[in-house]
């Protein structure tokens, strides 16, 4: 398709994930003369309590075409909600005045979903990265919100991509298969330096030259009121460990100040010499961090997405993830501060696997950029009916 003009493509970041991801598919863009590269900045990629990310975004020399504020304090299920339909005005007010032709988006945050209701109901057309994964918490409701209200898709996996089809999406909106992540992981150069750690944060240096754990762990929203028992038991068996580790805090999700709270606490009570937190790594420093560790704990979705890249041990705490697919690198354990222990002492034995493209080859970006250039935006959606399905409904009746 030859466009008389460029074709205008707003990517919207709303957290230091989305950014991590995006940043391969946005020099894509850039890099296409057909394409034009908008960004929009959100969530709490604005916020000083995690560092501002978008100061981020302008370090690595993209322009930030708009800056809006949605999130609504209190860390609850009520504030998340809230947040949601401010994003839906705010979003629509920056939609009008940079008038994209595509709005580009990436996983099931909440933020991204009142994105997504606010380019729908102004008929701009939506691509959406990593639809038809299945998740605990209310993140894969979001997710497959996202992906109706979608009109083309680059999952991550050939799994994903079967189920946006039993969902009703048309097998030619589906344009490109893998995670953009596994780019930046494809081309890194994992040297870690310590001051990439030790230069920020608080707490006990690192020496990156000896084993380290990786921390993160969010709330799973679905379960609000747990989180704070959930993570005394992970501060717990690492204090059985005793080795040094690197704690990140976690996201804005409904529960997250429950989470901190437990952190804050256990420094005080147990001074422990083997810690440091950090509040934000850029996306290349993250990976480094993830590739170099001896084990990852926690519940995030790069534990189970950029992990398989590297073949990082992983302890997978919890439900938040439930359903994922993942590789042989990574081990489940309940929020029990004994099986938590037991599982990261059989990681550390076992140590490194033998590197997966589970979730990307590291050439996704390109094509995702590509068909950007190519694909013919439309604005009216249908259900695709799958007859073996319908038969199979009509069968149990």
């Not at 150069?189 to 993160?216: Q, S, W, Y």
């Not at 001074?271 to 420093?285: F, V, Y």
Request: hydrophobic fraction near 40%; proline fraction near 6%.
């Amino acid at each position: 398709m030859i466009l008389s003009k460029p074709r205008k493509v707003c990517v919207v970041l709303v957290d230091r994930a989305n950014y991590g991801r995006l940043k391969p598919v946005m020099k894509a863009i850039a890099a296409r003369p057909e394409l034009e590269l908008q960004v929009i900045a959100a969530g709490t990629m604005m916020l000083e309590r995690f560092d501002q990310p978008v100061k981020v975004v302008r370090g690595d020399g993209f322009n930030v075409d708009g800056e809006i504020y949605i999130e609504l304090e209190g860390s609850t299920p009520a504030t998340m909600a809230k947040s949601v339909g401010f994003g839906v005005v705010e979003f629509a007010s920056e939609f009008q005045r940079l008038k994209p032709d595509i709005v580009l988006l990436i996983g099931d945050r909440y933020e991204t979903l009142s994105a997504a209701i606010a380019a729908a109901y102004m008929n701009i057309c939506i691509a959406h990265i990593q639809g038809g994964e299945v998740s605990g918490s209310i993140d894969e409701s979001a997710r497959h919100a996202i992906s109706k209200f979608a009109h083309y898709h680059f999952p991550s996996t050939r799994r994903s991509a079967d189920y946006l089809i039993r969902m009703g999406e048309r097998p030619e909106t589906i344009l490109a298969v893998g995670c953009p992540s596994s780019d930046i992981s494809h081309n890194l150069e994992r040297t870690l330096f310590p001051e990439v750690i030790n230069a920020t944060g608080g707490g006990v240096p690192i020496d990156v030259t000896k084993p380290f754990l990786l921390v993160l762990y969010h709330p799973t929203t679905t379960e609000f009121g747990g989180e704070r028992k959930q993570m005394e038991e992970v501060l717990e068996a690492l204090r059985r460990l005793h080795m040094q580790t690197i704690l990140l805090w976690p996201n804005i999700d409904a529960g997250s100040d429950h989470i901190s709270k437990a952190i804050r606490v256990f420094r005080v009570n147990h001074q422990p010499e083997w810690l440091r937190t950090l509040t934000n790594l850029a996306p290349e420093d993250y990976l480094k961090v993830l590739s170099n560790t001896a084990c990852a704990i926690g519940n995030s979705s790069s534990f189970v997405r950029d992990t398989s890249y590297f073949g990082t041990p992983v302890v997978l705490v919890g439900n938040r993830q439930d359903g994922r697919e993942v590789d042989i690198n990574v081990k489940p354990a309940p929020p029990s501060a004994d099986q938590i222990y037991e599982a990261v002492r059989e990681q550390l034995g076992r140590g490194r696997y033998a590197p997966s493209t589970l979730y990307g080859d590291g050439y996704v970006s390109m094509r995702i950029a590509r068909e950007l250039s190519e694909v013919e935006p439309y604005v009216q959606k249908q259900l695709n009916y799958i007859k073996e399905d319908a038969d199979r409904y009509s069968n149990r009746n």
